[in-house]
């Protein structure tokens, strides 16, 4: 028997942080931020574990929502002991140092919540102790003398992401982690358990989502080189918002990979900033991960900073590919800023490529067309005169695919995390469907489930 208890990222996709208790051992699951709230709102609810016992964390991958909420949390729990793959640890490194200039932009005198610095980032990563896939280790919890043991299983979403596997008492528990079981550009399909299991926890991002608006990774790539060409024969640019962790990697070796086939035309393509640093951890580590092609290095494709241009103008003076963070258009980030100045420009386009969060700017720049008005800033109106384009290049499984891993694990219990209701719905309503035997779990902020 053992204890979930929610402290984030239930009935939503953000904030990403679950608790379990093992006859006294506390473990947490993940430990992120919410992308479109700020201050306290965005962290996970800590205080419901201010009680318990909290032994480890294990981060399952790099991205915000699953990590960014970390260095609070050790303020709350300075002896707690964080274990992620060697990648996401190197990564992490990365991406909480610059989660720290956010901070200092987004929060204001009146946010209850303090900056952490660079140093205490320092420490925090020097803290992480890093498994490699299908390395078993023991959880040895201060009140428990029976270890959990435990193992990280490659989930196919991003560079280190992991699936975890947890036992103890004979109970087998696996946590999905954000997975994805096909191949993208770069790295192959998710490394699943070959046994079953007690309970699983399974992530449902794409549980609400219609799989035919979503090809494979091959078929979406012509289907962008198509498009691609129409704007750049036609003398314009294309602005592509991608996360700097993942889909930049990915969009721009298909998309270089696409040039060097002679399915798109050669032209520049702008990146840059955290991206280019991601992408060499990406390159230090392709013969020690699951990688397409273990040869292909990222920094080996021609690329301009786009934080060196000077000017907005000079992307339309001769066509050119712009892959610009946030991938959900944040306001403020690059992609944001320079989308507006995109929506002016008839022969250029704006291409989405990826899951967009209905209260984001990227949800209403994806669902506008030419000749539309988009509100910005909830005042202004601007009229839409490029060309607006959405494609799926996922790096989350299809919900027929979450529904593969239920069978393929045998689980008698499952737990829905990481979606929103109609996706929850979809896939809990499906597994009560098709396998009658298995106890379904939604999961709600705050409700501890005993299983």
Known sequence: MFKFLPLGGAGEVGANCYYLNFSGTGIILDCGVHPQKSGLEALPNFDLIKDSP??????????????????????????????????????????????VAILKQQLN???????????????????IEYKAYGEDFSLNGYSNRIPVAAKFFDAGHILGSAGIYLEYDNNKVFYTGDVNLDSQAILPGANLPNLKVDTLILETTYGGTDSSTLLN???????????????IIAGGSILIPVFSLGKMQELLTTIWNLMQK???????????????????????????????????????????????????????????????????????????NLARRWLKQSNSAIFTVGYME?????????????GDKIQLNGVDEEKVKCTIEQFRFSSHSRREELLAIVKKLKPSKVILVHGDPVGINWIGASILKDFRDIKVFRAEPGNEIVL
């Open 54 to 99: 909290v032994d480890y964390v294990l981060i399952s991958h790099a991205h915000q929502d699953h990590l960014g909420s970390l260095p609070y949390l050790v303020k709350r729990h300075p002896y707690i002991k964080i274990i992620a793959t060697p990648q996401t640890r190197a990564l992490a490194e990365l991406t909480l140092h610059n989660s």
């Open 109 to 127: 005198e009146e946010d209850k919540l303090q900056i952490y610095t660079h140093e205490e980032i320092d420490l925090l990563i020097k803290s």
């Open 217 to 231: 990774w091959n078929d979406e790539s012509l289907r962008l080189a198509a498009s691609l060409n129409k704007i």
């Open 262 to 336: 002679k399915k798109i035309v050669q032209t520049d393509i702008y990146t840059g900033g955290l991206a280019d640093k991601i992408s060499r951890v990406y390159d230090y580590n392709r013969f020690v991960v699951g990688r397409i092609d273990p040869e292909f290095e990222i920094n080996n494709i021609p690329q301009k900073d786009l934080y060196e241009v000077d000017s907005v103008e000079k992307f339309f003076k001769n066509p050119c590919i712009v892959l610009a963070p946030s991938g959900m258009m944040i306001e403020g980030t690059a992609s944001y």
């Open 358 to 370: 209905e209260n984001t700017p990227g949800y209403k720049f994806a669902n506008s067309k030419k």
